[in-house]
């Protein structure tokens, strides 16, 4: 029996891609891998870079979480149809990222945008250090203007660490570069009131202002042979996304150019997020994180900040506190008062090694190439956000 679709507010309109600004694309195994050969979908690949490069033109930051690695590696190693061994996926996907890859960057490429490849772990998303490494590498790529392309590191994740679907990896990576839309494409065009394969009178769910227990309920299970998640996983997906700011949208992907045709009004589901991922990661930073350690500035650097620049070392006069790389620090000016919070990018010890001297300096000082700012832009709170 087809389940009522939940009675809640509906926009008056649908969000549009041409308001974002930073979107991830999301595309799974078996819509990259044709399963009855095991060889990539090139015209179809074409057909998404052309999407992905409209949207780089028109000014927006693009990544890629791909999936694909061991489905094409597996292939060209001749393993078996079954399901494999842990060691089998791993050097089935040591050998086809690199085919992966390698079709990524020509299809981009041929499109005049450079790719760049990204392999993370579980312990890249959960541990502050990496995170904050793999944070300003995706922040860099985008910055140079080149499309990140991210997959799970499945040659050396194991069953017991590895993420296990790339729908809830892709929304992990949507937190860590503060995205504001996660794109799932999929072998179906979004969520239904029950799964339609299994009942005729399902009927799609256009947009979901909010994940309920109802909504929930809803998911099926994995779909397909190359996938490793299902509707249930992006339902899961859809609460990190939102939840770290992004919209999330579930689109087919079973037709050519599937970005264009979401824009053209292809049927879908969008989960809406509360706010904006730039205002919800600075309302985290400004009241949520317990502040390790204060930073006094000078007051060419308290204008300087409320100009929207980064803090500098040489703006800083004094260091408080035992903190590490990540933690949160208060900022000071001349005359004691608060005037904001941030995410500290040095050490306690370090950064009273290089305050008051010039970026250039650092690495001098410290014995390595560090990052320019003490505390990023984009990771700080000015005057309450």
């Keep these: 029996m087809t389940t009522t679709a939940p009675l809640l507010p509906f926009p008056a309109s649908l969000p549009q891609l041409a308001s974002f600004r930073r979107i991830v694309v999301k595309v799974g195994s078996a819509l990259l891998v044709d399963s009855a050969r095991g060889r990539l979908r090139h015209a179809w690949l074409a057909a998404l870079a052309e999407d992905i490069a409209a949207l780089h033109r028109e000014g927006k930051d693009v990544l890629v979480v791909s999936s694909g690695a061991i489905a094409l590696g597996r292939n060209i190693l001749k393993l078996p149809k079954r399901p494999l061994k842990l060691e089998e996926s791993q050097a089935a996907a040591a050998v086809g990222q690199i085919a992966l890859a390698r079709n990524w960057s020509e299809a981009l490429n041929h499109e005049g945008v450079a790719a760049g490849q990204i392999l993370v772990t579980l312990g890249d998303t959960e541990e502050r250090r990496r995170y904050l490494n793999a944070r300003s590498t995706i922040a860099k790529l985008l910055e140079l203007k080149c499309v990140p392309v991210i997959n799970e590191n499945d040659t050396v994740a194991t069953s017991e660490i590895r993420y296990g679907d790339n729908d809830r990896l892709a929304a992990r990576v949507a937190g860590m570069a503060s995205a504001d839309l996660l794109v799932l494409l999929s072998d179906i065009d979004g969520l239904y009131t029950a799964p339609p394969n299994d009942d005729p009178l399902a009927e799609l769910i256009p947009v979901v202002p909010r994940i309920t227990a109802e909504i929930e309920a809803m998911a099926g299970s994995a779909g397909s042979e190359l996938s490793r998640g299902g509707m249930k996983t992006k339902i899961e997906a859809g609460k990190i996304a939102t939840t770290a700011g992004a919209h999330m949208l579930i689109a087919s992907?079973?037709?050519?150019?599937?970005?264009?045709?979401?824009?053209?009004?292809?049927?879908?589901?969008?989960?809406?997020?509360?706010?904006?991922?730039?205002?919800?990661?600075?309302?985290?930073?400004?009241?949520?994180?317990?502040?390790?350690?204060?930073?006094?500035?000078?007051?060419?650097?308290?204008?300087?900040?409320?100009?929207?620049?980064?803090?500098?070392?040489?703006?800083?006069?004094?260091?408080?506190?035992?903190?590490?790389?990540?933690?949160?620090?208060?900022?000071?000016?001349?005359?004691?008062?608060?005037?904001?919070?941030?995410l500290v990018a040095y050490d306690a010890d370090y950064a009273e090694r290089i305050r008051g001297r010039s970026s250039d300096e650092i690495a001098t000082i410290t014995g390595f190439e560090g990052r320019a700012a003490m505390v990023h832009r984009d990771d700080l709170v000015v005057g309450g956000g």
């Excluded at 053209?264 to 509360?274: I, K, M, Y």
């Excluded at 949520?288 to 204060?294: F, N």
């Design 253 to 342: 992907g079973k037709v050519k150019n599937p970005l264009r045709a979401v824009e053209s009004g292809a049927r879908c589901t969008w989960f809406l997020a509360p706010a904006n991922p730039v205002a919800s990661r600075k309302r985290w930073i400004a009241g949520a994180l317990e502040p390790r350690g204060t930073l006094h500035l000078d007051a060419g650097a308290v204008a300087a900040l409320r100009r929207g620049t980064s803090l500098l070392p040489a703006g800083v006069t004094r260091v408080e506190g035992t903190f590490q790389r990540g933690d949160a620090v208060v900022l000071r000016g001349p005359d004691g008062a608060e005037i904001g919070r941030g």
